[in-house]
Each structure stands twice: as structure tokens, then as C-alpha cells.
């Protein structure tokens, strides 16, 4: 037989002596009842017998007062209501009643009971499984969502604690099936109480469920065996059931969920022990994805960490590398200023001396003298050639010369060669075709052709080298033509066989790529094609020497055209000043200087339009020409062209900022000379209006024209590089703003060469007017920003002498925009163009 907590718990609300003998008649069917008439007292015996469904035993009038009584109290309004009519009492009368049954006679009572029990047990039940879904449903949206881990688990402990009634809902973490401490993480009773370090020893439940990874459930905490010894601590707390459930994922144990009932007659169910197994396997998931995601970007921040100093090893191997590689380049200088001159002047002498009487051992001498200084003028020439790397394959040395000849001379020299093969090799080229370019260069493109002719030619083979002026609207120009009569190639691979990487099916190297290169280094075109009668044919066209390259031009009559612009050259090498002559006396006047002092003289009586100048100068350097130059106000509009073999220059000139137009590193191209010199005369000719473009210009990219330091709109752009990267790899950046006591009315013409002295490599300056000054200090926080401007101050006001002021900001830390941050140090408004 069931017992009565099982057969149901009933309160009958009837008189006193029908409710008695209701009352003995359902216990003796095996339930648990409780009777009263009274609303008074009602709520404590609610409490006490805990209804699960409610018995009328009275009239219909007094059954409706009970009624509305028994749906205001909170226990009992979802509970299930009979009347119980008995034989006296009129059935129309209960008929009105808003209840869940009747019943008409002894006999149905109990199957009235039992049905209404076992209907509101399911609806109870349903009720109860549709909450707990609910409530998995939402542990599982905040386990899979963006939220912490430690919310996470804040709302899983509160939705058990709702769904089991359990009075203490906790998580616990561990390290391990062994661990001597948890963490308590997240708890019902104190959702404030986290990171609580505990000692498993003093919790067998707990220690039990970590060593067996099994679920742990304490139905009697009072009996139980495991909670002796700690029972005396769980006697005053009132401790009834706990459930240990693990938290276990991918066989790793993680901890375990906690639930401890202590209310009187609740207890930790079959269906409290599935939710609990449920939402562990959540949390268990969750938890662990949480450590993964701790490891991964702790690795991160290691790989970070380990990439920013080994960006800073590799900053500092490249300046090293840069001191190595600028030493490298006054090396070359030396060689190049240094060794070729006397060098030049030994063989001079030496051909002087063979070509005056000498007798049979001197003639010898003097031969072994010049062999022995070509041979030396050689090496230095190898040795400059490694040492520019690619940039000497990409630039030319130009002279004056004849290309036919030049084709003559190719076709000479591989003759043997062509001989070898049993190819018929020969040149015509019977006119003179002067033009200006490297010969060491065009001799290579020649060799390369013939050659690769002489290897696909035919047996009998035939190879020849043709010449051919051409006349252009833009100058006259040669067509050179190396024809052989073999096999050809197929028009659908003649685009390929100057590709550096696509070479067609049959080709193979580098030399036509190489050919390429070098024509267009030269302003001309190379291609190939396939003519009709077989064989195959390289063209490749150059630019030839105007008429004035040798023959100045006569002066303009009074009334005729305008005449040609000015240029000066100064420059100390004389062949080197022939070939800048040969090439600008195309298409202007040309007078020569032979050192800076000279040029400086030339300059100011004669006012050219341009200044071709060398950097390295006897008597005077190239660049205190420049200086004076612009320092004078007759001279300073004159722009000037800077040259020099030493590779570090142009970062000298541009910081010096001595007003030179542009800057050529030899050896140089003639073309790209030629356009430069052209691009600089422009500038010279354009009125005010053309300057004031060009300093429009500057500002929008970036560059303040007064100093040539950026302006406001560059140091934002240079500012937002640098935050980024800040942000990006945690370092320290830091903006410094100098702003004179008094606006600055001139500015000095080495103010930048002055500021850079004092500041790092990486660090930026701007100019943002009225002589205020911006300072860009990346990885550099305050302290160490204002040793460097304390260190640059002194110097701004020494040249400028005006008293400066300066005001820093670290805009790794500051959240205020840039523009903001510039107004609070006190930089001007920027101006409106």
C-alpha cells in the first residue's frame, strides 16, 4: 500500500463533525489530511500540512465564502477544489461553484481524489519541465553569448537555485582530480562572493565527486556515513540533501556544481538531478572554452610581446646595418673622388710620354705603366660596380657615342664564336648614328642578342646586325635590327620572351629581361618579331643625339624666337661635366664651372635659370654654395639640381633644407636628367601665382613650404599611423607642442636642420605656423618625451631667439581626439586654404 505522502495530502474544510469523520475515512485510505472550518489559523495549517488538494464538506452558501477564501491564499489558489454534496443538499445549488469536481456520494470519493490528484500532479509536472526547459534554454544563450565567464556562471547558479528550491547553488573550479583547494566562482547565496579559495579536504561530498567523477547526492545529511565528520558544523545550519554534480568536458575535470537543500521537508529529487546533470554539461562546455580562450590569448599577448621585441632587435640591426651600409657609401665616394682622378692623370701622363721619343726600354716602361693603370682603373671600377649593387644596373653613365660603330665592334669581337657554330655573321651599319648613353650597358645589350642569334641560327646559319636612322616629330631616333635565320618563334610567344619569368617553351635566362631593362634605361623600346620569310628578328630603337649635342646653336636674331634657358654646371670632374653638357646643350645654354666658388660667381653675374651642381666640390662644397645661393636674395630664386655618387645626400639636403629643387644620384640617367632639369625650369618660370599652387600643393600633401617640415594636416596623418600602432602593441607615444612667448615674423632657414640634431631617428616634427612647433615621440612615454624636448629647447631658442614653452601629452592614454589634444597644448587653429 502506498503511504500517505504518497497517496496525496488533502485539506477538508467542513464542520466539525463532517470533517472529522472525512478526515478518519481518508486516512484509512492512506492519505494525509487536515481539517478546519475556520479562516482563522488557516495559513499555519497550509504550512504545516502542505495540501495538495482541497475537500468542501459544507453548504453551497458557506462552500462559496470558503471558496473565494481559499482563492486569496497563495498556497492553495493553483490547488484543485472538490464539493463534496452528500444526499441532502440540492446539486443546483453547488452547480454555480467555480470548482474542479464534485462529488455525489460516499463511494466517489476517493476516485474523485486520486483523479483530481493525478491531474494536477501532471499539470504540476509539466508545469515544472517547462520551467526547467526555460531555464536550460537560458543558461545555454548566456554560456554561448559574448558575456564573462564570471556572469556566466552568476546566472546559471541563480536559475538553478529557482528550479530546485536548493537554499545554496554554488560553482566550484579545480585544478585536477587531486586538487588541494577550489575556487568558489560564482554562489546563490552571495552572488558578491567570488574567487573563494576553499579546502577540499574539508568537504567529503565534494572531495568524493572530484575523486570518483561521479555524482555525489546526500539525501540524509544527518545520517549519512560521508558527513560524519563533519556533521557537528552541519547540525546548526540545518542541512537536509546535497548534490555534488562534476563539471567534466572532453574528460577534463574542470570542478562541479554544488546544491545543499536545508528546508525542512524539500529534497534534491530524480528530476532536480537530471537538471543538474544538464546544465553541468553546459557550464562544464563553457568553462572550459573560457580557459582555452585565457590560454590562447595569453599565448597571443606572449607572441606579441615576443614580436615587439624582436621588432625592436630587428629596428636595431637595421640602423646598425644602415651605419654599416652608409660607411659603405663614403667608401665609394672615396674610391670614386679619390682613386679614379690620379688614376686618370697617371695614364694621361703616360700616353704623353709614348707618344714623345723614348727609347726601346722607356716605350717599355711607360707600356707597363699604362697596362698596370688600366688594369688598377679596372678594379676600382669592379669595385664601385659591386658596390652600388642593383641601383648600377638600373642607372647609366651617358657620353656621346657612335652606335654603329658600337654594332661594328659587337659583331667584331663574336665573329670566332659565330665561326665555331658555321653561321655567317656581319654588320650593315655603314652610316655614323651618335647617341648619348652607357656604352658598357648598350655593348651588353648587343652581345646578348647577337649571341642569342648565333645560337638559333640555321646550319648554314645567318646573323646580321642592321642599322637604320628613323625620323620622329620628337627627335630622330637609330633602329637597331639582329636577324637570324632560324626556326622563329611562334606569334603567340613573342610577348613572352622578355618577361623575366615566362620565357615561352624553348627559352630560358635572364639576358632578354636584362636587354629590356637597359634599353629603357635609354628612353627607348626593344620587341621581336617573326617575319614571313622565317627566322626571327630583336629590334630595339634609342633616342640619337640632337644636332646641338655637337654644335651649339647660333644666337637668335633681334625680333626672332626667345632664346634657349640657362643653365649653369658646376662640376670638377671634367668628363663628367663634358657629358652633362653634351646632354643639356640639346635643348638649352650651357656654361660650365669647375668649383663652388666659381659656380657661386657664375650664378650671381650671370643670374642662369638653373644651377646643375655637384655636391662635392673643390674651394667651395656644393652644398655651402646652396646655402649662399639661397641666403641672397638676387640668387634665391634660381632653382638647383643636386648631384652626387654618395647615396645619404638627399636625406642631408632635404633636412637641411637649402632650397634645392631636386636631387641625382650618379651615375645618373639622361633622360630622366633632361626631364628633371625641364620640371625644375617650370618652376623657375611660373609667377607667383604657380608658387603659391605649388605651396598649396605641398600643404595638401602633407609638407609645410616654409620649413619642409610637415604641416598640420601631415602630422595628423603621421599621428593616426602612429596611435594605431601604439594601441596595436602597447607602447608609449607621446606629443610634445613648442609655441614661441611672441609669433616668430621670419623664419630661420635651418630651423629644421636644428630640430632634427636633437630628436630620434623615428621620432616626426611639425610645423603648425606662427612658429609653433609638433613633436611626435613614438615609444617614448612623458618622463622620457620631456628629457628629449628639454634637451631641444635651447637650441630653438638660440636660433631663433625667442623663448619657447612646451607642453606634452601621452596619447596612448589620453582618450580626447587629436585635434582636441593640439588646442589644449596650445597649437594655432589650423588654417583655411
Known amino acids: 500500500m502506498l503511504s500517505s505522502e504518497q497517496r496525496g495530502r488533502v485539506l477538508v474544510l467542513a464542520a466539525k463533525a463532517a470533517g472529522d469523520a472525512l478526515v478518519e475515512r481518508l486516512t484509512a485510505s492512506g492519505y494525509q489530511c487536515a481539517s478546519t472550518e475556520r479562516e482563522t489559523g488557516l495559513a499555519e495549517m497550509v504550512d504545516q500540512l502542505q495540501p495538495e488538494v482541497v475537500l468542501l464538506a459544507v453548504t453551497a452558501k458557506r462552500a462559496a465564502e470558503l471558496l473565494e477564501t481559499v482563492r486569496k491564499t497563495d498556497k492553495l489558489q493553483r490547488l484543485p477544489v472538490l464539493v463534496d454534496q452528500g444526499r441532502a443538499r440540492s446539486a443546483e445549488a453547488f452547480k454555480r461553484l467555480a470548482v474542479d469536481d464534485f462529488v455525489r456520494g460516499a463511494d466517489e470519493l476517493v476516485p474523485r481524489l486520486e483523479s483530481a490528484l493525478r491531474a494536477w500532479r501532471l499539470k504540476e509536472r509539466e508545469e515544472r519541465i517547462r520551467m526547467r526547459m526555460g531555464m536550460l534554454l537560458e543558461i545555454t544563450q548566456a554560456a554561448t553569448s559574448s558575456l564573462e565567464l564570471e556572469e556566466i556562471l552568476r546566472i546559471a547558479v541563480e536559475k538553478v537555485g529557482q528550479v530546485t528550491g536548493t537554499d545554496r547553488c554554488s560553482v566550484v573550479l579545480v585544478e585536477g582530480s587531486h586538487a ?220 656621346v657615342l657612335d652606335v654603329a660603330q658600337l654594332c661594328r665592334d659587337a659583331v667584331a669581337e663574336l665573329e670566332i664564336l659565330a665561326a665555331e657554330k658555321a653561321v655567317s655573321l656581319r654588320s650593315e651599319c655603314p652610316d655614323s648614328l651618335m647617341l648619348i648613353g652607357d656604352e658598357v650597358k648598350l655593348h651588353e ?19 646580321v646586325v642592321r642599322t637604320q636612322r628613323l625620323s620622329r616629330p620628337d627627335g ?66 634609342l633616342p640619337l643625339a640632337q644636332e646641338a649635342a655637337r654644335n651649339p646653336r647660333p644666337q637668335p636674331a633681334p625680333g626672332a624666337a626667345p632664346e634657349q634657358p640657362r643653365v649653369l654646371v658646376v662640376e670638377d670632374e671634367p668628363e663628367i661635366a663634358a657629358v652633362l653638357s653634351e646632354v643639356l646643350r640639346s635643348k638649352y645654354r650651357v656654361e660650365v664651372a669647375r668649383d663652388g666658388a666659381e659656380g657661386l660667381a657664375k650664378a650671381r653675374a650671370s643670374r642662369p635659370d638653373l644651377v646643375v651642381m655637384d655636391v662635392f666640390l ?45 636631387y641625382m644620384a650618379k651615375p645618373f640617367n639622361a633622360v630622366e636628367l633632361l626631364n628633371r632639369t625641364e620640371r625644375a625650369l617650370k618652376l623657375r618660370q611660373g609667377d607667383k601665382d604657380q608658387q603659391d599652387k605649388t605651396n598649396s600643393l605641398q600643404r595638401r600633401t602633407g609638407s609645410d613650404p616654409v620649413t619642409g617640415l610637415l604641416d598640420r594636416r601631415g602630422l595628423l ?117
Open 618 to 662: 673643390p674651394k667651395l662644397d656644393g652644398l655651402d654654395a646652396a646655402m649662399a645661393l639661397k641666403s641672397s636674395s638676387d640668387t634665391a630664386h634660381i632653382p638647383v639640381i643636386l648631384l652626387s655618387a654618395h647615396q645619404g645626400v638627399a636625406d642631408k639636403v632635404r633636412a637641411l633644407n637649402l632650397g634645392a629643387v631636386d
Open 180 to 399: 588541494r583547494t577550489a575556487t568558489v566562482v560564482a554562489t546563490q547565496e552571495d552572488p558578491s562572493l567570488v574567487q573563494l579559495d576553499i579546502e577540499v579536504a574539508r568537504y567529503p561530498e565534494l572531495r568524493r565527486a572530484l575523486e570518483t567523477r561521479q555524482p555525489v547526492l546526500i539525501e540524509e545529511a544527518q545520517r549519512d556515513p560521508l558527513m560524519a565528520e563533519v556533521r557537528t558544523s552541519l547540525l546548526p545550519q540545518g542541512v537536509k540533501s546535497i548534490l555534488v554534480q562534476p563539471l567534466i568536458c572532453q574528460d577534463d575535470l574542470l570542478g562541479a556544481l554544488f546544491l545543499r537543500v536545508s528546508k525542512g521537508e524539500a529534497s534534491i529529487g530524480r528530476d532536480e538531478q537530471e537538471f543538474a546533470e544538464a546544465v553541468a554539461g553546459v557550464l562544464a562546455n563553457s568553462i572550459r572554452n573560457a580557459r582555452l580562450h585565457t590560454a590562447v590569448k595569453k599565448k597571443r599577448e606572449d607572441l606579441e610581446l615576443a614580436y615587439v621585441e624582436r621588432y625592436r632587435e630587428l629596428n636595431d640591426a637595421n640602423r646598425r646595418l644602415k651605419e654599416l651600409n652608409r660607411l659603405k657609401d663614403e667608401i665609394i665616394a672615396v674610391c670614386s673622388h679619390d682613386l679614379r682622378a690620379p688614376l686618370q692623370v697617371l695614364l694621361g701622363h703616360g700616353r704623353l710620354l709614348l707618344e714623345g721619343p723614348l727609347e726601346a726600354q722607356q716605350k717599355q716602361s711607360a707600356e707597363a705603366m699604362i697596362r698596370q693603370g688600366r688594369k688598377i682603373l679596372t678594379l676600382v671600377e669592379s669595385l664601385l660596380e659591386k658596390g652600388k649593387g642593383e641601383a648600377a644596373r638600373l642607372s647609366i653613365e651617358p657620353r
Open 445 to 463: 645589350v648587343l652581345q646578348n642578342l647577337i649571341s642569342n642569334a648565333i645560337q638559333h641560327a640555321s646550319d648554314p646559319g645567318v646573323v
Open 717 to 833: 596623418l603621421r599621428l593616426e599611423q602612429e596611435v594605431a600602432r601604439s594601441r596595436r602593441y602597447h607602447r608609449a607615444l607621446t606629443l610634445a607642442v613648442l609655441r614661441p612667448d611672441r609669433e616668430l615674423e621670419v623664419m630661420p632657414s635651418n630651423m629644421a636642420e636644428v630640430m632634427r640634431k636633437r630628436v630620434r631617428h623615428p621620432d616626426s616634427i611639425a610645423h603648425l605656423g606662427l612658429g609653433v612647433f609638433a613633436v611626435v615621440l613614438p615609444e617614448c612615454n612623458a618622463d622620457a618625451a620631456r628629457t628629449v624636448i628639454n634637451r631641444l629647447m635651447p637650441d630653438v631658442e638660440q636660433v631663433t631667439s625667442i623663448e619657447y614653452r612646451a607642453a606634452m601629452a601621452d596619447v596612448s592614454q589620453d582618450s580626447d581626439p587629436v585635434e582636441k589634444l593640439l588646442e589644449k597644448l596650445g597649437a594655432p587653429p589650423p588654417e583655411v586654404h
Open 476 to 541: 630622330d631616333a637609330v633602329r637597331v635590327m639582329v636577324s637570324d635565320n632560324g626556326v622563329g618563334i611562334p606569334p603567340d610567344e613573342l610577348h613572352l620572351v622578355f618577361d623575366r619569368y615566362r620565357h615561352g617553351p624553348k627559352g630560358t635566362g635572364l639576358g632578354l629581361a636584362i636587354c629590356k631593362e637597359f634599353v629603357e634605361l635609354h628612353g627607348g623600346e626593344i620587341w621581336a618579331e617573326s617575319p614571313a620569310d622565317g627566322g626571327c628578328t630583336f629590334v630595339f630603337t
